[in-house]
């Protein structure tokens, strides 16, 4: 599998926001990447509330 192609500065943002190492952003499936991004844009809708 290759590694997603999204910068370095974008990659590290998204392995901040799921608390995860950031060769684990880079190397996990798409589908399952864009469901965490999801939901950790619920919890922040949430939070601005």
Same mark, same amino acid.
């Given at each position: =599998?290759? *590694?997603?192609?999204?910068? !370095?500065?974008?990659?590290? +943002? !998204?392995? +901040?926001? !799921? ?6 952003? =880079?190397? =996990? *499936?798409?589908?399952? !990447?864009?469901?965490?991004? =999801? ?11």
């Amino acid at each position: =599998m290759r *590694p997603h192609q999204i910068s !370095l500065e974008t990659a590290q +943002k !998204l392995a +901040k926001a !799921l608390g995860i190492p950031l060769e684990q952003v =880079m190397h =996990m *499936p798409q589908h399952i !990447l864009i469901q965490k991004l =999801m939901e950790v844009e619920k919890a922040n809708k949430k939070e601005e509330r």
